[in-house]
């Protein structure tokens, strides 16, 4: 009953969720809802804007560090994207509150970078040296860490991601559980927009990561590249880290985007556009 409860609180639908050993995880109900629609947060454009390029921005690393995820919680417009990962604090309170603000989520999930065990994104991890059924019952812990969202992203798994009997896997089990996939662009080997196309999967990338150089003049820098890249390709997807100086500087910027003649949308407008097109 408490989990239950908990459940309800967080304004998550009950029918969308599937009971496994670590928790509630990701459905397709029964009557076909699929959380990546009924947790999408999309914008009414008036027809003005309908045709405009589209700017997708995801601020990652939401509920690791308490100041960065304040500050993205009180300062930047709902139509940005959190995605949180799933060894934050409090992570149903702060996916409540960030859908309750209008935010879509995404749940990072942590993959295999090519240097790892140096290189450690944390616990269960997946790696490329399990086999499928323990890379999905790991899936499946990440999954459980929080509901609402409409999506996964890879974080840090340029090997894993360039894996297709690796990620093939992962990649069906997300799709069957109506989700939308957002590749970080760890790597410009990896096969996940192939493997998505091929399972019919809401997919996007990664195109600029914004604090790559995490100085004020060169985040600038990166939203000046990221219109540029929408506006050659008709949308592109923007990546930065929740940490305060990110923020303020993402958050001034998103305050006169679309005087310029763009539209700030969540990943979903990006994603379910790159499917239909």
Do not use: C
Not at 212 to 239: C, F, K, Q, W
Request: avoid cysteine.
């Amino acid at each position: 009953k408490a989990a239950l409860a908990e459940v309800d609180k967080q304004l998550v639908e009950r029918k969308l969720l599937e009971t496994t050993r670590h928790g509630g995880i990701p459905m397709i109900a029964k009557d076909g809802s699929r959380p990546a629609i009924v947790y999408a947060k999309p914008r009414a454009l008036p027809a003005a804007q309908k045709d405009l390029p589209r700017i997708a921005v995801i601020v990652g690393g939401v509920g690791i560090s308490a100041a960065g995820t304040a500050d993205a919680a009180g300062m930047l417009p709902a139509p940005v994207t959190f995605a949180l990962s799933p060894y934050g604090a409090d992570l149903m309170k702060l996916a409540d509150q960030a859908r309750g603000e209008g935010h879509e989520l995404l749940l990072q999930l942590p993959m295999e970078p090519f240097d790892y065990p140096d290189n450690d994104p944390g616990p269960q991890t997946l790696l490329t040296s399990l086999t499928a059924t323990q890379n999905i019952d790991r899936l499946h812990w990440l999954m459980s860490r929080f509901q609402g969202y409409v999506g996964v992203m890879s974080f840090m798994g340029a090997r894993f991601t360039s894996s297709e009997k690796a990620l093939k896997p992962v990649l069906h089990e997300t799709a069957a559980r109506g989700l939308i996939y957002v590749d970080d662009g760890a790597s410009t080997r990896n096969v996940a927009g192939q493997l998505a196309g091929a399972q019919n999967m809401p997919f996007a990338k990664t195109d600029i990561v914004i604090d790559a150089v995490p100085t004020p003049i060169e985040i600038d820098h990166a939203l000046t590249r990221l219109e540029m890249a929408a506006r050659e390709n008709g949308s592109a997807v923007g990546l930065a880290g929740a940490q305060p100086a990110t923020v303020e500087r993402i958050a001034q910027w998103a305050k006169k985007v679309e005087d310029r003649g763009f539209v700030l949308v969540p990943i979903s407008m990006v994603a379910l556009k790159a499917k239909s097109s």
